[in-house]
């Protein structure tokens, strides 16, 4: 009964530092999202995969790269971390048939100094 | 203008009272809404969804859409200090579809004080 597994749930880089954020989901979900949220700004969309073999930009993308590696696992990838970077990011799933609730993961705290 | 706002309180309330929270939006194309709880340090827990006009019941929580207003809320009766947490409104334009283009407002802190 795993749902949506993130790893690390922490994690601290250096300005310039590169690293991958980890997500798979165990609920045949076709959909799957990256979220960061930050204070006073909510959640506010990476990227998304909307089936198995494609992924497109949300409201946020600058600085990030994802990768939906097969139907279970969807990353996201900072190249080079930056400070404005530092918040929680959230991986989400659904089952991609619309109108159905996102399952979040525990989230990944992230500071950049 | 945010496309879905909510007061970000803190709204206290007295244990037992019924805590009433708010949520206004601005795409009128928008079909489904979904309110989720979020305690501190954790992730958002869907609560409730609605997707017609009129009132949804489901336990202690009424979801209530008035579409022709843009406008959700939130109702929790006999409000617990569990209860405590901060309350995401979601909103989603598509009726189906792949991608749900959901956008989330800032969220309300919801204090029930013992």
Not at chain 1, 21 to 36: G, K
Not at chain 2, 78 to 100: E, H, K, R
Request: aromatic fraction near 12%.
């Amino acid at each position: 009964n795993a749902g949506v597994t993130q790893t690390p749930k922490f994690q601290v880089l250096k300005t310039g530092q590169s690293m991958t954020l980890q997500c798979a989901q165990d609920m045949n979900h076709n959909s799957m999202y990256w979220y960061r949220q930050d204070p006073g700004m909510g959640l506010r969309l990476i990227y998304y995969s909307a089936s198995e073999g494609t992924t497109d930009k949300g409201e946020v993308p600058n600085g990030y790269n994802v990768s939906r590696l097969n139907k279970r696992e969807f990353s996201l990838r900072l190249e080079s971390a930056a400070p404005s970077q530092t918040s929680v990011y959230f991986c989400a799933s659904s089952s991609g048939q619309g109108n159905e609730k996102l399952f979040f993961g525990s989230g990944t705290q992230l500071s950049v100094l | 203008q945010k496309e879905v706002e909510q007061n970000s309180g803190p709204l206290s309330v007295p244990e037992g009272a019924i805590a009433s929270l708010n949520c206004t939006y601005s795409d009128r194309v928008s079909q489904s809404f979904f309110w989720y709880r979020q305690y501190s340090g954790k992730s958002p827990e869907l609560i409730m969804s609605i997707y017609s006009n009129g009132d949804k019941e489901d336990g202690r929580f009424t979801a209530q859409l008035n579409k022709a207003s843009q406008y959700v809320s939130l109702l929790i009766r006999d409000s617990q200090p569990s209860d405590s947490a901060t309350y995401l409104c979601a909103v989603n334009p598509f009726v189906s579809g792949g991608y749900q283009k959901v956008t989330f407002g800032t969220g309300t802190k919801l204090q029930v004080i013992p």
